[in-house]
C-alpha cells in the first residue's frame, strides 16, 4: 500500500538578508542623491538596484516535503510564487537518521560529500540529519520536518532511526 505524505515548513526571515535589504536601499539613495552631483554614483545606483531585486526574489521562502511511500521530494518556494524542485531521493538509500546534534551523526557527517540543508531560520531543537547514499556518494540532508512529516519518516525508517 502506498502512503502519502505532504507538509510545508515556512522558513522565518534572516536578519542577514534584511540588514543586506537596508545596506542596499541606503547605498541606492545616496547614489542617486550622488548621481546629481557625479556621473561614478551610477556605477554604485544599479548594483544596489539589481541586488535589490534579487534579494527581494528569495525573501521568503518555504520548503515542500512530498513523500509517496518511500520517495521523498524536497521543493521550495519563493515568496508564494515560484516553485523550484531540490532534491528528490529514496528513503530506502537512508543509512542514518538521528537528531542533528547527535554523537551518530557527527561520525558520519565527517564522510559525507555534500551537505544538503532544508531547514528555517529559527531556532528549533527538532533538526535532523539524514545520512544516505546518492549517486555512490554519502551525503547529508538536513531537514527540520513537521510532526506529521517525522512520524511518516520514523516509519519508513525504522531500522536506521536513533533518538539519541
Same mark, same amino acid.
Given at each position: +500500500? ?29 547614489? $542617486?542623491? %550622488? +548621481? ?7 556605477? @554604485? $545606483? ?13 525573501? /521568503? ?5 512530498? +513523500?509517496?511511500? =518511500? ?9 508564494? !510564487? ?7 531521493? /529514496?528513503?530506502?538509500?537512508?543509512? #542514518? +537518521?538521528?537528531?542533528?546534534?547527535? %554523537?551518530?551523526?557527527? &561520525? =558520519? ?13 529559527? &531556532?528549533? =531543537? ?6 544516505? !547514499?546518492? %549517486? %555512490? ?5 538536513? @531537514?527540520?520536518?513537521? =510532526?506529521?512529516? #517525522?512520524? &511518516? ?9 536513533? !533518538?539519541?
Amino acid at each position: +500500500m502506498e502512503k502519502f505524505t505532504e507538509d510545508v515548513i515556512i522558513q522565518e526571515n534572516n536578519p542577514k538578508n534584511t540588514v543586506l535589504t537596508i545596506l542596499f536601499i541606503v547605498l541606492a539613495v545616496v547614489s $542617486f542623491l %550622488g +548621481m546629481i552631483v557625479t556621473f561614478l554614483a551610477l556605477i @554604485v $545606483f544599479i548594483p544596489s538596484v539589481v541586488c535589490l531585486f534579487l534579494l527581494k526574489r528569495v525573501k /521568503d521562502v518555504q520548503y515542500e516535503f512530498t +513523500m509517496l511511500s =518511500e520517495e521523498v521530494r524536497v521543493s521550495a518556494i519563493y515568496n508564494l !510564487e515560484r516553485r523550484k524542485s531540490l532534491k528528490t531521493f /529514496d528513503l530506502s538509500n537512508v543509512k #542514518l +537518521m538521528a537528531p542533528y546534534e547527535s %554523537g551518530r551523526v557527527e &561520525h =558520519e557527517r565527517s564522510q559525507c560529500k555534500k551537505t544538503y540543508k532544508y531547514t528555517t531560520n529559527a &531556532h528549533r =531543537e527538532k533538526i535532523y540529519s539524514l545520512i544516505l !547514499e546518492d %549517486g %555512490g556518494q554519502k551525503c547529508e540532508i538536513v @531537514v527540520e520536518p513537521t =510532526e506529521k512529516i #517525522l512520524n &511518516h519518516l520514523k516509519e519508513l525508517c525504522k531500522n536506521v532511526y536513533y !533518538e539519541d
